[in-house]
Nanobody, 120 residues
Framework: QVHLVESGGGLVQAGGSLRLSCAAS??????MGWFRQAPGKERSFVAA????????SYADSVQGRFTISRDNPKNTVLLQITNLKPEDTAVYYC???????????????WGQGTQVTVSS
């Protein structure tokens, strides 16, 4: 079976940092991405990276603060987050896709999410 498991979320003060991890099993993905969903809002794209790491994409709201990376031997994708803002508060999901894209519907496999809460 295919599983993706996120970890690393928590409660952090504004300006702080977090490191999110997503470990996949059962298969590999050409692209892995991060999405987030705040209360009362639809899920939105955060960042994505191709298998080789040569292609990356970031949402405008996180550009310069979030960094995506992959550890292919561990089939893991990481999200380094700095200078957290209250508006970053959301459940963060990782997902796998057969194509490199920001389009949510192209990601067929999803983790259960990890909560990130940023206090002001």
């Amino acid at each position: 079976q295919v599983h993706l498991v996120e970890s690393g979320g928590g409660l952090v003060q504004a300006g702080g940092s977090l490191r999110l991890s997503c470990a996949a099993s059962g298969r590999t993905f050409y692209a892995m991405g991060w999405f987030r969903q705040a209360p009362g809002k639809e899920r939105s794209f955060v960042a994505a990276m191709s298998w080789t790491g040569t292609m990356t994409s970031y949402a405008d709201s996180v550009q310069g603060r979030f960094t995506i990376s992959r550890d292919n031997p561990k089939n893991t994708v990481l999200l380094q987050i700095t200078n957290l803002k209250p508006e970053d508060t959301a459940v963060y999901y990782c997902a796998g896709s057969s194509v490199f894209t920001e389009r949510e519907y192209e990601y067929a496999y999803w983790g259960q999410g990890t909560q990130v809460t940023v206090s002001s």
